[in-house]
């Protein structure tokens, strides 16, 4: 989505936004903070289409397939996928 877009609306009964981002040739953190005591993130390696299967078979939350599916939209019309 374009720099000045507000974010993407998660549910129609809530103001709450969010800003889908892609990265590329991510750099280790040789120091990361901790993660706050209601997060769990796990980094996973997957191949695109088993990324956008998960994110077409209901096994993501919304905000992530939406950004998954994105990415792999913008990867492939770049040529990076």
């Known amino acids: 989505i374009e720099e000045e ?3 993407v609306m998660e549910a129609k009964w809530a103001a709450t936004r969010f800003t889908p981002f892609l990265v590329i ?5 040789p120091a990361p903070r901790a993660m706050d005591a209601e997060e769990y993130i796990q980094r996973l390696r997957m191949k ?5 299967a998960a994110a077409y078979r209901g096994d993501m939350h ?10 792999c939209k913008h990867l492939r019309d770049t040529g990076l996928l």
């Open 48 to 52: 695109a289409s088993d990324v956008e």
């Open 25 to 29: 040739d991510p750099v280790p953190d």
């Open 62 to 71: 919304l905000p992530s397939s939406l950004t998954a599916l994105m990415g």
């Open 5 to 7: 877009h507000a974010g």
